[in-house]
């Protein structure tokens, strides 16, 4: 079943953002498997991330290469809130 995770990080810029998502891609890590979409927006103050998965337990193997990227630019990654997806409309 295909589930959103939201994350919310109060201390993340779009700088630390993009820096990491270049990180990714460069790792080739930039498309991990199971995520279907990824949407990221500036907060007041941070950033928040809305991502559906395929699983909970393909999202599970990711943060083992995000977590220490975010770590490395300054940031504190967050734990995810965690929803079944019920639809979708594009």
């Given at each position: 079943?295909?589930?959103?995770?939201?994350?919310?990080?109060?201390?993340?810029?779009?700088?630390?953002?993009?820096?990491?998502?270049?990180?990714?891609?460069?790792?080739?890590?930039?498309?991990?498997?199971?995520?279907?979409?990824?949407?990221?927006?500036?907060?007041?103050?941070?950033?928040?991330?809305?991502?559906?998965?395929?699983?909970?337990?393909?999202?599970?193997?990711?943060?083992?290469?995000?977590?220490?990227l975010i770590v490395a630019?300054?940031?504190?990654?967050?734990?995810?809130?965690?929803?079944?997806?019920?639809?979708?409309?594009?």
């Open positions: 079943m295909a589930i959103a995770a939201i994350f919310e990080i109060p201390d993340f810029t779009q700088q630390q953002y993009d820096k990491v998502v270049s990180d990714l891609a460069a790792a080739g890590l930039g498309t991990p498997e199971g995520r279907i979409h990824h949407l990221a927006a500036a907060m007041e103050t941070g950033m928040f991330f809305v991502d559906m998965w395929e699983s909970e337990e393909l999202l599970g193997k990711f943060p083992e290469s995000l977590i220490p630019t300054g940031a504190t990654p967050a734990e995810p809130r965690i929803f079944p997806v019920h639809n979708t409309i594009t």
